[in-house]
T-cell receptor
């Protein structure tokens, strides 16, 4: 059973370009989460999605960032008109529906975005 | 005030020593906590979770919660170089549609020297 798959692992963009990060959840997992980890900082929640639905996007910046999880295919985190401050590691996690407060999130290895 | 805070370290110990990691939280209503381990350039993986007050032990790892002082601790006995990683405490929050939002501390980097 493959884990959470993220690609690309490394992405370099120039200011003003677009970045697209992809995430395939673990088999059988219907919940996808995106987290951002800035250098020397912990992980910050961005968005929680299920198939074709954004459930909680309270951690998403209001502009330039969007996420989707289509019926077919991976979840996509899209960053338009990237700026240097977007340089970070973006982690995707997946889980089955949570029962109680101890539901584990399974993380991918991250996509590292560098904005020149 | 951040909801969950950790000393960033680094914490350097000799092999075989006990590693002691701490985390503080701000909301006295929090009951569940998790410890994740993150190796360099990798994603976090769950080490253990703990509920309310008391201890939980899993092999060389022991997690403690002290609700009176809003303090969470993780102890690693007989530390090994392979324990060198960043340790993140997290508070899970069940959200709508059976989701689970984790609020992480900043992580403490641990280096176990052979």
């Amino acid at each position: 059973n493959a884990g959470v798959m993220q690609n690309p692992r490394h992405l370099v963009r120039r200011r003003g370009q677009e970045a697209r990060l992809r995430c395939s959840p673990m088999k059988g997992h219907s919940h996808v989460y995106w987290y951002r980890q800035l250098p020397e900082e912990g992980l910050k929640f961005m968005v929680y999605l299920q198939k074709e639905n954004i459930i909680d996007e309270s951690g998403m910046p209001k502009e330039r960032f969007s996420a989707e999880f289509p019926k077919e295919g991976p979840s996509i985190l899209r960053i338009q008109q990237v700026v240097r401050g977007d340089s970070a590691a973006y982690f995707c996690a997946s889980s089955p529906p949570v029962r109680g407060n101890t539901g584990e999130l399974f993380f991918g290895e991250g996509s590292r975005l560098t904005v020149l | 005030q951040k909801e969950v805070e950790q000393d960033p370290g680094p914490l350097s110990v000799p092999e075989g020593a006990i590693v002691s990691l701490n985390c503080t939280y701000s909301n006295s209503a929090f009951q569940y906590f998790m410890w994740y381990r993150q190796y360099s350039r990798k994603g976090p993986e769950l080490l253990m979770y703990t509920y309310s007050s008391g201890n939980k032990e899993d092999g060389r790892f022991t997690a403690q919660v002290d609700k009176s002082s809003k303090y969470i601790s993780l102890f690693i006995r007989d530390s090994q170089p392979s324990d060198s990683a960043t340790y993140l405490c997290a508070h899970p929050q069940v959200i709508k549609a059976a989701g689970n939002k984790l609020t992480f501390g900043g992580g403490t980097r641990v280096l176990v020297k052979p």
